[in-house]
Structure formats: C-alpha cells, structure tokens
C-alpha cells in the first residue's frame, strides 16, 4: 500500500511555492522486526493482546458512565493493577 502524496501550499509571501512528500515512503519495519521475535515473545504478545481483549470487553459491557467509571477503579485498584 502506498502512501498518499500530500501537498502543502504555503503561503505565496513566503516565496518558497508547494511541498510534496518524498515519492519512497520508509520501508515497513514492522514485518521484519515481528519476523525476528523468539516463539516465547510472540506467545507473551498473544497473552497479552487477549487480556486486553477481555479487559476492553468488561470495561464496555458497562451500561451507563458512572458504571464504566467504577469499573476502571476496581480493575486500577485490583492486585493487577499495581504499580508497587
């Protein structure tokens, strides 16, 4: 997928005319970085995609604000969710 080309007009008193966006974006880094990761910190990225998952469910099974607001607390104040 290539990157959409931008063009910025900048205001004619500068006396510099339109910028456009380099015609190579940046190769993507994500594939090759994902491909170099051991079996056991893809597994940890899983585990910890899935518990995002069902905290994110939890959190919007909530029916009002006041609700959703009091289940953040109990999931910062849980033992999980400490910092110290």
């Known amino acids: 997928m290539n990157a959409t080309q931008f063009t910025l007009d ?20 994500r594939a090759s970085a994902e491909a170099k990761l051991s079996w056991m910190e893809r597994f940890d990225r899983w ?23 009091e289940r953040i607390r109990r999931l910062e104040r849980s033992i999980g969710g400490r910092y110290y």
């Open 10 to 29: 900048t205001p004619a008193w500068t006396g510099i005319g339109t910028i456009k966006a380099p015609a190579n974006p940046a190769p993507r880094v």
């Open 47 to 69: 585990l910890w995609k899935q518990h995002v998952r069902e905290r994110e469910a939890y959190l919007a099974d909530s029916k009002d604000i006041f609700e959703l607001e």
